[in-house]
Structure formats: structure tokens, C-alpha cells
């Protein structure tokens, strides 16, 4: 059973970069054919995806974030980890990790981390 | 950006009652849709995908339809622990979800 676990800083500070990990246990991150997704949901909204990595190392990010991501992968520690750089309190959110095939037809999420909530405040 | 439209934003029926939850997209996304349920302070959990096929361990009672634009989550007997949000996503281009609709006990 694959389990996906975030961590990171509960807290940053506005225009500095929120750094995020995700531990996948139960399975290994380099086998299979499968993209690692991190999205976002600010309290009492909806989702929002923000970008993935393929386990070929690949990225892709959501247009409307995409010159502040950065999705990296360390295969050594089965992690991928998110960079999201000058911050505001609009990144304010529960941020989950998540992961979905790499064919059109079973990209859904099929496993989720628990969410970690970040805040952006001085 | 493929915009998903969920309706009604809150629906209140009985237990027992069938619930029926809309889901349209701004362009076509084919069959490749995905329902979500989630309860407060969890993650959501997959229910549906490929608009109609059930993720492994889902009752029975959930089933999903449609293709193109138009999609529909129905809850045939709804049961106490039912009573979440639900999302649609597409995973045509990209992804986008929903919305969400709040699925309450009447």
C-alpha cells in the first residue's frame, strides 16, 4: 500500500520560499509509470494543482504559478520535494502531495498525502 | 484552463434519499473525469475515475456517467458517512477541479 507523508515549515514569511518534502513509503518513487503532484487548497476553497514530476525526472507546472515552482525529485530517499518562491499570504494552504499515472487515461489521484498546512505571515 | 462548473454548490437530502451531483466542463475532456469525496481535515479521497469506473474499495452505491461536458456523480441510498464534499476534476489537459459540492444531511 503506497502512503504518501508532506513536511515542512508550517510557517513563512511573506516573499521568502516555502519548501516542502514528500516521503513516499509502500512503493518505490522510480518504479512504475506514474507522475508525483503537488496541489493546494486554501481553507474553505477548492483545489489547485500546481504542478508534478514524472519518475523519469520530468516537470510540468500550472501556467498561473509556474515562474515561482520548482518540483524536484530525490530517488535516494524516495522523495520529491516543492519550491514555491516569493510567497504571499494568498499561497496560504494545505498543501498535499498526490500521485497519478502517466497515460491520459489514469493520470487521477489514486493516492494522497494527509496535507500540511502552510502559512504565510510575518 | 478547462473550467469545471459543479452543481448545486449544496445539496441537503435524507439519509437513505439518492443524491445527484452535476459536474460540466468548458471544453470536452472526454471520459477522463475523476470524482473526489472529502471529508473536514482529511485529503480527498478518489472515488471515481475514467467518468463511471469505481476506485478500488468503493461502495456499490456511488456510480459516475457521462462523457464530453456533461458528467453526473449519483449516491444511490446515501448513508451517514457519505455526508462530505465532493469534487470533479479533469485530467484531460492538465488538471482542474471543481468547485466542490457540499453534500448535507437534510
Known amino acids: 500500500q503506497v502512503q504518501l507523508q508532506e513536511s515542512g515549515p508550517g510557517l513563512v514569511k511573506p516573499s521568502q520560499t516555502l519548501s516542502l518534502t514528500c516521503t513516499v513509503s509502500g512503493g518505490s518513487i522510480s518504479s512504475g509509470s506514474y507522475y508525483w503532484s503537488w496541489i493546494r487548497q486554501p481553507a474553505g476553497k477548492g483545489l489547485e494543482w500546481i504542478g508534478r514530476i514524472h519518475t523519469s525526472g520530468g516537470t510540468n507546472y500550472n501556467p498561473s504559478l509556474n515562474s515561482r515552482v520548482t518540483i524536484s525529485v530525490d530517488t535516494s530517499k524516495n522523495q520529491f520535494s516543492l519550491k514555491l518562491s516569493s510567497v504571499t499570504a494568498a499561497d496560504t494552504a494545505v498543501y498535499y502531495c498526490?500521485?497519478?499515472?502517466?497515460?491520459?487515461?489514469?493520470?487521477?489521484?489514486?493516492?494522497w498525502g494527509q496535507g500540511t498546512l502552510v502559512t504565510v505571515s510575518s | 484552463e478547462i473550467v469545471m462548473t459543479q452543481s448545486p454548490a449544496t445539496l441537503s437530502v435524507s439519509p437513505g434519499e439518492r443524491a445527484t451531483l452535476s459536474c460540466r466542463a468548458s471544453?470536452?475532456?472526454?471520459?477522463?473525469l475523476a470524482w473526489y469525496q472529502q471529508k473536514p481535515g482529511q485529503a480527498p479521497r478518489l472515488l471515481i475515475y475514467?467518468?463511471?469506473s469505481r476506485a478500488t474499495g468503493v461502495p456499490a452505491r456511488f456510480s459516475g456517467s457521462g462523457s464530453g461536458t456533461e458528467f453526473t456523480l449519483t449516491i444511490s441510498s446515501l448513508q451517514s458517512e457519505d455526508f462530505a464534499v465532493y469534487y470533479c476534476q479533469q485530467y484531460n489537459y492538465w488538471y482542474t477541479f471543481g468547485q466542490g459540492t457540499k453534500l448535507e444531511i437534510k
Open positions: 471544453q470536452s475532456v472526454s471520459s477522463n
Open positions: 475514467g467518468a463511471s
Open positions: 498526490a500521485r497519478g499515472g502517466d497515460t491520459v487515461v489514469t493520470a487521477q489521484f489514486d493516492y
